[in-house]
Nanobody
Framework: VQLQASGGGSVQAGGSLSVSCAAS????????MAWYRQAPGKQRELVAHITSGGLPDYVDSVKGRFTISRDNAKNTVYLQMNSMKPEDTAVYYC???????????????WGQGTQVTVSS
């Protein structure tokens, strides 16, 4: 299973950006999909996740500003980021918890990361 992230970039505070991440390869099923981020000098943190049934959850710092969604037919997860703040600046990583075969185990697969920069 490979994950390819796209989007991101730079924006001023208060602006919006979106990132997406498509899974490909040998995929039997994808359970959870999520976005993490890692700011310089900080640990990677979970930003949002969404179940296969479309139920989302968010870290408190992004609630009301970020929206996670997924397209199961395209094996793709999205993150729409609004009202962005300088503290949202980080490398954003996508994760898919997936099975590559019917009889296999769930494994976590990571995308390559995409930079998001918010200037004040």
């Amino acid at each position: 299973v490979q994950l390819q992230a796209s989007g991101g970039g730079s924006v001023q505070a208060g602006g919006s950006l979106s990132v997406s991440c498509a899974a490909s390869g040998s995929i039997f099923s994808i359970n959870l999909m999520a976005w993490y981020r890692q700011a310089p000098g900080k640990q990677r943190e979970l930003v949002a996740h969404i179940t296969s049934g479309g139920l989302p959850d968010y870290v408190d710092s992004v609630k009301g500003r970020f929206t996670i969604s997924r397209d199961n037919a395209k094996n793709t997860v999205y993150l729409q980021m609004n009202s962005m703040k300088p503290e949202d600046t980080a490398v954003y990583y996508c994760l898919a918890r997936a099975k590559s075969t019917r009889w296999g185990f769930l494994d976590d697969y990571w995308g390559q990361g995409t930079q998001v920069t918010v200037s004040s």
